[in-house]
Nanobody, 122 residues
Framework: VQLQASGGGLVQAGGSLRLSCVASGYTFSTAVMGWFRQTPGKEREFVAAISPSSENTYYADSVKGRFTIFRDNAKKTVYLRMNSLKPEDTADYYC????????????????WGQGTQVTVSS
C-alpha cells in the first residue's frame, strides 16, 4: 500500500493550495480517506475526511468553510483544497486511508502517506 502526497509549499496568508494524494496497492474506492496535519511537538490532528463514494465529508472546526476535501476514485486520488490560508495552518500534511471506525479518529486509519509541508507566511 502506498500513499503519495504532494502539493505543499510556501504561500502567503490568504492564499490557496491544493494537496493531492495518489493511492496504490489497495481498493481505493472502498476506503475512507482523510487528511491530518502535524507541527513539531504536537500530536497529529484531524483536518478532513471523505467517505468512499463522496456522500459524506467531515472537517475540523478550524478549517470548516475554508478547506474542501474531494476525491476521484477513477484516479485513486484524494485532494484537499485549502483557501484563505492562515499562518496557523502551517504544518506537515498527511493523507491516510481507513476501512473502519470513525473518519475523524486518527486510530481508524491503517495506511499513511509521507507528509507534504505547507508553510503560510503572515
Amino acid at each position: 500500500v502506498q500513499l503519495q502526497a504532494s502539493g505543499g509549499g510556501l504561500v502567503q496568508a490568504g492564499g490557496s493550495l491544493r494537496l493531492s494524494c495518489v493511492a496504490s496497492g489497495y481498493t481505493f474506492s472502498t476506503a475512507v480517506m482523510g487528511w491530518f496535519r502535524q507541527t513539531p511537538g504536537k500530536e497529529r490532528e484531524f483536518v478532513a475526511a471523505i467517505s468512499p463514494s463522496s456522500e459524506n465529508t467531515y472537517y475540523a472546526d478550524s478549517v470548516k468553510g475554508r478547506f474542501t476535501i474531494f476525491r476521484d476514485n477513477a484516479k485513486k486520488t484524494v485532494y484537499l483544497r485549502m483557501n484563505s490560508l492562515k499562518p496557523e495552518d502551517t504544518a506537515d500534511y498527511y493523507c491516510a486511508a481507513a476501512n473502519r471506525g470513525s473518519p475523524t479518529n486518527r486510530g481508524s486509519y491503517s495506511y499513511w502517506g509521507q507528509g507534504t509541508q505547507v508553510t503560510v507566511s503572515s
